[in-house]
């Protein structure tokens, strides 16, 4: 069993930054993708970025030119990092994986692995 952990979230005020991790210690495969959502209160699960083994990654209008996904130097490790952060950012964040590149990154029942989430505040 896949377990994704998803920590670096807190409380922070408007304008701040900080980078979110994702582990995934012991997955071996080649071939994967890392999604990041994010749930508000109220809301659905909101897809942000995605990046697979060969360094694809995507954003949506919201947060297009503030998130950044990357990987890290260690093996299994990505990152989103989040800058000039806006009270509409105060979610939980979750990573997953999907155990393939060849997926519409969007869509939720893409990734079977999830991890628990890491609670974003962001105040004014």
């Known amino acids: 069993e896949v377990q994704l952990q998803a920590s670096g979230g807190g409380m922070v005020r408007v304008g701040g930054s900080l980078r979110l991790s994702c582990a995934f210690p012991g997955f071996s495969d080649h071939e994967y993708t890392i999604g990041w959502f994010r749930q508000a209160p109220g809301k659905g699960r909101e897809p942000l970025a995605s990046i697979a083994k060969v360094t694809q990654f995507y954003y949506p209008d919201s947060v297009e030119g503030r998130f950044t996904i990357s990987k890290g130097d260690s093996k299994n490790m990505v990152y989103l990092d989040i800058r000039n952060l806006k009270p509409e950012d105060t979610a939980v964040y979750y990573c997953?994986?999907?155990?393939?590149?060849?997926?519409?990154?969007?869509?939720?029942?893409?990734?079977?692995?999830w991890g628990l989430g890491t609670q974003v505040t962001v105040s004014s």
């Open positions: 997953a994986l999907a155990t393939s590149r060849r997926i519409d990154w969007r869509l939720q029942q893409e990734y079977a692995h």
